[in-house]
């Protein structure tokens, strides 16, 4: 019987240990992400605008090497061209203020964030990228999300293993999905 293999995807700083690390290895694909020494999970967007010299570089050196590239950006218009310009086929669009805005119960503010995510991903795909969101998202925030037309894919992985810890894994997954479907009108 012929194993299968599942590709992976990997999550990873602009550094030239993990650029080398991903080269050797050629996961299936790499999400490049700002990484700071002190924090437990990522904490916004990498910001390819300000930081183009030295994101390109390993943009340029993955899709050479067959691996597909994604960048964990903020939802801004700004952001979104850059990748664009950076042959960075994947974007991700960080959730996290938004998701922060909505449990403060800043309902403006999360409107506001919503439709910064909105517009990203509509600028985004409209110039040719696929679009990705992801951070912080529970079964309380996912709807408007994964509402969004031009979203191809959700991580919520942190959320599911979190809650699976309470109600199982198949549980987990099964009400995540189900907020999915709702939002996407297949409920």
């Known amino acids: ?23 050797a290895y050629k996961p299936h ?6 990484e700071r020494r002190e924090e437990r999970t990522t904490e916004g967007g990498l910001d390819v605008a300000r930081l183009h010299n030295q994101v390109e570089p390993f943009v340029r050196q993955l899709r050479e090497a067959g691996i597909r590239v994604s960048l964990f950006i903020e939802p801004s218009i700004v952001q979104v061209d850059t990748a664009v310009a950076m042959a960075a086929p ?4 960080h959730t996290g203020k938004y998701v922060e805005l909505a449990f403060a119960g800043d309902e403006a503010g999360t409107a506001v964030e919503l439709n910064r995510l909105r517009e990203a991903a509509a600028h985004g795909h409209a110039r040719g990228l696929e679009i990705h969101v992801g951070h912080g998202l529970t ?6 999300v994964a509402a969004i037309p031009e979203v191809r894919e959700l991580n919520i992985g942190h959320f599911i293993m979190g809650e699976a ?5 198949d549980a987990a997954v099964r009400g995540m999905r189900h907020e999915i479907d709702i939002a996407r ?3």
């Open 29 to 34: 694909a790499a999400c490049l992400v700002p």
């Open 185 to 187: 009108g297949h409920a």
């Open 139 to 144: 079964y309380d925030t996912v709807r408007p």
């Open 165 to 169: 810890l309470f109600v199982g894994l």
């Open 90 to 93: 994947v974007v991700e669009l």
């Open 1 to 23: 019987r012929a194993a299968t293999t599942l590709p992976i995807n990997l999550e990873m700083a602009t550094t030239e240990e993990r650029l080398a690390n991903a080269l």
